[in-house]
């Protein structure tokens, strides 16, 4: 199921399996189906993923597509002038997807792993994601993950990567806040003794109060990068080319402050501008 301008687009269950099943064959000769598929419409970038994880990929209220992962997708078609089509699936298929010619490119906090470049060729990293432990000096309870259980309350970003680690570990004491600054906030008036937060902002903050200090730094580190089909490295170079873009001016910062810092207002203009695709 694709979707493109708020319409669905369903993929026959035989036709899939067919699909699925021969692409192996195709792509280890080199003349992969999945290249001549993807190639027949220039004018559309399809997108595979699975919308399993805030703040990446989910669907919003009105169920549209929204995250990280989306509004970068969303970007990269639009510096590619091509229109993003969305086609949601279960995690397990997303590089099979690729190979068959279901999709030009795969975004789903991937990782470019020994095993995933057997099948599949990947970008540079467009994100390396990670989390820290922020407590005041005197506070001596929790002193790595191991011990967070310990806080009466740790704030967190609500939605954001660290949170969903912090809810992926099982923990009930979370507090959740709407951003970072509210974050600070409570860790400052003791309303939390701890703040789990990205790395990033962690260092950010302990340089300005020296009072508190980084318990565990680097948790959960991951580096994410975009999927495409195994041996089309013309797209890779052309993806590269953009996140390069990105990264030169700011749109990668943007999205990073949007989607994992907490930036609501601007995380809010990333929603509207994926809106636009469902009508």
Known sequence: E????GKKFFVPVLILI???CSCSRSA???NSDGKSLAERDQ??????TALSYQPFEYVGDEGELLGFDMALAMLISEAMDRRPVFCPMDSDSLLSALNCGLADIALCRLEATDVGRRTADFSDSYITIASAIVTNREYTKVTGT???REAEKIAAVYGSYSYEYLRAIGLDN???YRNFNQCVGALLRGDAEVMFADTGDAEAFIAEYPEFVIRETDIDRRRFSVAVADGNSELVREINSILAQ?????T???LRRAYINGDDALRAEYDERLKQYRK
Not at 43 to 48: K, N, Q, T
């Open 2 to 5: 694709c979707i493109m301008f």
């Open 18 to 20: 067919f699909l699925l």
């Open 28 to 30: 280890s000769t080199g």
């Open 43 to 48: 004018s559309v970038l399809s997108i595979c």
């Open 146 to 148: 191991d011990s967070l």
């Open 174 to 176: 979370i507090g959740e």
């Open 246 to 250: 990105f990264r030169t001016d700011g």
């Open 252 to 254: 990668l910062l943007s």
